[in-house]
């Protein structure tokens, strides 16, 4: 069973960047998908970004793609979200996700486990 555990969340100012971090326990970290997802205030849980267990495929919420990077150190078993060019709209809180797959991930009942996820404010 996978743990996971976010870090890097913030206040940032728009226009700001941030990098998320997902430390996972666990011995086969590389032979699952990794996500992140984000849920705002009011709004259900969006699929953010995904990437494959050997790194080398990825694919992006259109809300986010060219300013979002998701990657990932299998030998560290963290994944990491590099948000640049942040706005207010992606004031949420983000979700580190894991699925016992190899297909990349999208949508949230694909996902085996959840982190507890990290809040990210944009000011404007």
């Known amino acids: 069973q996978a743990q996971l555990v976010e870090s890097g969340g913030g206040l940032v100012q728009a226009g700001g960047s941030l990098r998320l971090s997902c430390a996972a326990s666990?011995?086969?970290?590389?032979?699952?998908?990794m996500d992140w997802f984000r849920q705002a205030p009011g709004k259900e849980r969006e699929f953010v970004a995904t990437?494959?267990?050997?790194?080398?495929?990825?694919y992006y919420a259109d809300s986010v793609k060219g300013r979002f990077t998701i990657s990932r150190d299998n030998a560290k078993n963290t994944v990491y979200l590099q948000m640049n060019s942040l706005g207010p709209e992606d004031t949420a809180v983000y979700y580190c996700?894991?699925?016992?797959?190899?297909?990349?991930?999208?949508?949230?009942?694909?996902?085996?486990?959840w982190g507890q996820g990290t809040q990210v404010t944009v000011s404007s």
């Open positions: 990437i494959s267990g050997n790194g080398g495929a990825t």
């Open positions: 996700a894991a699925g016992q797959t190899s297909r990349l991930i999208i949508f949230s009942s694909q996902i085996d486990y």
């Open positions: 666990g011995r086969t970290f590389s032979s699952y998908t």
